[in-house]
C-alpha cells in the first residue's frame, strides 16, 4: 500500500524565516505534485515534479525531487503572511490513475 | 471558461437518504476524480474515470457508485447515507497522463445526521 507522508504537519514560523516541508512516499513514483489549500476552499496546484532531480521555483517557494530516496521537499525562503495554508504533496505511480495525498502540511506564518 | 464546478456547495442528509454530486468540467479532460476530505487526513480517492463510460474504484469506494456518461460530467452516488461519510468532497479533473496537475472543484460539504 502506497503511503505518503510529510513532515511536519504542522508549521508557525515568523515572516522572513526560512523553513523546509517534507514528504515522504513509501513506493517507486517519478511524478509528484504539491498543492495548496486555503481554508475553506478548494486545492491550487503550486507545482508538477516530473523526473528525480526535478526543481521548480515559484516566487518564494521551491520544490525539487529525488526519487531514489522517495523524497520531495518544499522550501519557504523569507516566509510572508500570505504564504499561510495547507500544503499537500501527492504521488501518482499509476500514470494518472491513483493519486495519493499526503495528510497536508499546515502552514502559519506569523508578523 | 468555468473550470471544474460542482453542485451542490453544501447538503445535509439523513441516515439512509440518497444523493447525487454532480461534477462538471469544460476543459475537455480525460481523467476525472472524486475525492473526499476529512480532518487530518488529507484527500482520499473514492473512485476515478480515464474516459467517458470507464470508471474504477479508488482507495474507498464502499458505499458510493459513480457514472460518466458524458465526457464532461462525472455524478458521485451515495444510496444510502451514513454519518461516516460526512465530509467534503472535491471532484478534480486532469488531462491524459499524469504530466499534469489536477485541477479541483470547489468542494460540496456534506453532512449525514
Same mark, same amino acid.
Given at each position: 500500500?502506497?503511503?505518503? *507522508?510529510?513532515?511536519?504537519?504542522?508549521?508557525?514560523?515568523?515572516?522572513?524565516?526560512?523553513?523546509?516541508?517534507?514528504?515522504?512516499?513509501?513506493?517507486?513514483? !517519478?511524478?509528484?505534485?504539491?498543492?495548496?489549500? !486555503?481554508?475553506?476552499?478548494?486545492?491550487?496546484?503550486?507545482?508538477?515534479?516530473?523526473? #528525480?532531480?526535478?526543481?521548480?521555483?515559484?516566487?518564494? /517557494?521551491?520544490?525539487?525531487?529525488?526519487?531514489?530516496?522517495?523524497?520531495?521537499?518544499?522550501?519557504?525562503?523569507?516566509?510572508?503572511?500570505?504564504?499561510?495554508?495547507?500544503?499537500?504533496?501527492?504521488?501518482?505511480?499509476?500514470?494518472?490513475? #491513483?493519486?495519493?495525498?499526503?495528510?497536508?502540511?499546515?502552514?502559519?506564518?506569523?508578523? | 471558461?468555468?473550470?471544474?464546478?460542482? +453542485?451542490?456547495?453544501?447538503?445535509? /442528509?439523513?441516515?439512509?437518504?440518497?444523493?447525487?454530486? /454532480?461534477?462538471?468540467?469544460?476543459?475537455?479532460? *480525460?481523467?476525472?476524480?472524486?475525492?473526499?476530505?476529512?480532518?487530518?487526513?488529507?484527500?482520499?480517492?473514492?473512485?476515478?474515470?480515464?474516459? *467517458?463510460? +470507464?470508471?474504477?474504484?479508488?482507495?474507498?469506494? !464502499?458505499?458510493?457508485?459513480?457514472?460518466?456518461?458524458?465526457?464532461?460530467?462525472?455524478?458521485?452516488?451515495? *444510496?444510502?447515507?451514513?454519518?461516516?461519510?460526512?465530509?467534503?468532497?472535491?471532484?478534480?479533473?486532469?488531462?491524459?497522463?499524469?504530466?499534469?496537475?489536477?485541477?479541483?472543484?470547489?468542494?460540496?460539504?456534506?453532512?449525514?445526521?
Amino acid at each position: 500500500e502506497l503511503k505518503v *507522508e510529510q513532515n511536519p504537519l504542522f508549521l508557525s514560523m515568523q515572516e522572513g524565516k526560512n523553513y523546509t516541508i517534507y514528504c515522504n512516499y513509501s513506493t517507486t513514483s !517519478d511524478r509528484l505534485y504539491w498543492y495548496r489549500q !486555503d481554508p475553506g476552499k478548494s486545492l491550487e496546484s503550486l507545482f508538477v515534479l516530473l523526473s #528525480n532531480g526535478a526543481v521548480k521555483q515559484e516566487g518564494r /517557494l521551491m520544490a525539487s525531487l529525488d526519487t531514489k530516496a522517495r523524497l520531495s521537499t518544499l522550501h519557504i525562503t523569507a516566509a510572508v503572511h500570505d504564504l499561510s495554508a495547507t500544503y499537500f504533496c501527492a504521488v501518482d505511480p499509476n500514470y494518472g490513475q #491513483n493519486f495519493v495525498f499526503g495528510p497536508g502540511t499546515r502552514l502559519s506564518v506569523l508578523p | 471558461n468555468a473550470g471544474v464546478t460542482q +453542485t451542490p456547495k453544501f447538503r445535509v /442528509l439523513k441516515t439512509g437518504q440518497s444523493m447525487t454530486l /454532480l461534477c462538471a468540467q469544460d476543459m475537455n479532460h *480525460e481523467y476525472m476524480y472524486w475525492y473526499r476530505q476529512d480532518p487530518g487526513m488529507g484527500l482520499r480517492l473514492i473512485h476515478y474515470s480515464v474516459g *467517458e463510460g +470507464t470508471t474504477a474504484k479508488g482507495e474507498v469506494p !464502499d458505499g458510493y457508485n459513480v457514472s460518466r456518461l458524458k465526457k464532461q460530467n462525472f455524478l458521485l452516488g451515495l *444510496e444510502s447515507a451514513a454519518p461516516s461519510q460526512t465530509s467534503v468532497y472535491f471532484c478534480a479533473s486532469s488531462p491524459r497522463g499524469n504530466a499534469w496537475a489536477q485541477y479541483f472543484g470547489p468542494g460540496t460539504r456534506l453532512t449525514v445526521t
